[in-house]
């Protein structure tokens, strides 16, 4: 749905450069790192504009419902996510530069020697080896790709934990989206045999359960006032 709604400019006093959504920066992109019981999460967001509003609690407020819901792993009980900004921040405002963020993982104190950078006597990589894939998971693809025969070498990488940084990104992004009147929601359509009717869903309707408990399900997810020909996300990965 698009709106009549223009994002600001910033126009500095040292020349006439402006910047809104789709201008100077063609496009998003963002570096996640860190392994699931390491030291922390980082990731880089390049292609953000200068003076962009950072809301560390907004961020903060993602990442504690990525925690929740139901069916969780006792890991959730452990960590309690919150975000710190690196680089890229000053005073609450982007500088233009790229932003880095870091989320620390609180159970790595129960793995500082299995996951420690330097080396080890071989007894602290044994305690945690995992030597048998597990179905559904990355865990064959990644020995084979990696020629590795631990396969806690793939995957502290390939793990549900990594998406903590993911979130945080996504968090920057909202935020641009926000300056030019762009929502995002996402309902569920069907748990099981229980299914939406199929009618239309206001935006009122998910605002108003945005914080309810959900299970899983197929789902639908929608922009309000996305206009066409902004710049498209893109994600750098090597792993």
Same mark, same amino acid.
């Given at each position: 749905?698009?709106?009549?709604?223009?994002?600001?400019?910033?126009?500095?006093?040292?020349?006439?450069?402006?910047?809104?959504?789709?201008?100077?920066?063609?496009?998003?992109?963002?570096?996640?790192?860190?392994?699931?019981?390491?030291?922390?999460?980082?990731?880089?967001?390049?292609?953000?504009?200068?003076?962009?509003?950072?809301?560390?609690?907004?961020?903060?407020?993602?990442?504690?419902?990525?925690?929740?819901?139901?069916?969780?792993?006792?890991?959730?009980?452990?960590?309690?996510?919150?975000?710190?900004?690196?680089?890229?921040?000053?005073?609450?405002?982007?500088?233009?530069?790229?932003?880095?963020?870091?989320?620390?993982?609180?159970?790595?104190?129960?793995?500082?020697?299995?996951?420690?950078?330097?080396?080890?006597?071989?007894?602290?990589?044994?305690?945690?080896?995992? =030597?048998?894939?597990?179905? *559904?998971? %990355?865990?064959?693809?990644? !020995? $084979?790709?990696?020629?590795? #025969?631990?396969? +806690?070498?793939?995957?502290?990488?390939?793990?549900?934990?990594?998406?903590?940084?993911?979130?945080?990104?996504?968090?920057?992004?909202?935020?641009?989206?926000?300056?030019?009147?762009?929502?995002?929601?996402?309902?569920?359509?069907?748990?099981? =045999?229980?299914?939406?009717? *199929?009618? %239309?869903?206001?935006?009122? !309707? $998910?605002?108003?359960?945005? #914080?309810?408990? +959900?299970?899983?399900?197929?789902?639908?997810?929608?922009?309000?006032?996305?206009?066409?020909?902004?710049?498209?996300?893109?994600?750098?990965?090597?792993?």
């Amino acid at each position: 749905m698009r709106q009549d709604h223009e994002a600001p400019r910033r126009v500095s006093q040292f020349g006439g450069v402006s910047q809104r959504a789709g201008g100077i920066f063609p496009s998003l992109r963002f570096l996640t790192a860190g392994e699931s019981h390491g030291p922390a999460l980082t990731v880089i967001v390049e292609g953000l504009p200068a003076g962009l509003t950072v809301d560390r609690a907004a961020i903060d407020a993602d990442l504690r419902r990525r925690q929740g819901g139901y069916g969780r792993g006792g890991r959730m009980k452990i960590e309690s996510d919150s975000v710190e900004v690196l680089s890229g921040v000053r005073h609450g405002k982007t500088l233009g530069s790229p932003v880095s963020l870091v989320i620390r993982n609180r159970d790595h104190a129960n793995w500082a020697d299995v996951m420690s950078p330097d080396p080890q006597p071989p007894e602290a990589k044994k305690r945690r080896a995992l =030597k048998h894939p597990r179905p *559904g998971h %990355a865990d064959l693809s990644g !020995a $084979l790709k990696y020629l590795t #025969d631990d396969l +806690r070498e793939v995957l502290e990488r390939a793990s549900a934990r990594e998406t903590t940084a993911r979130v945080a990104a996504g968090g920057l992004a909202k935020a641009l989206l926000a300056t030019a009147g762009v929502e995002v929601r996402s309902h569920v359509l069907s748990i099981g =045999k229980a299914a939406a009717d *199929g009618a %239309a869903v206001t935006w009122e !309707a $998910l605002a108003a359960v945005e #914080d309810s408990p +959900r299970a899983s399900g197929p789902s639908r997810t929608g922009t309000a006032a996305w206009t066409a020909g902004s710049p498209r996300p893109s994600c750098r990965s090597t792993r």
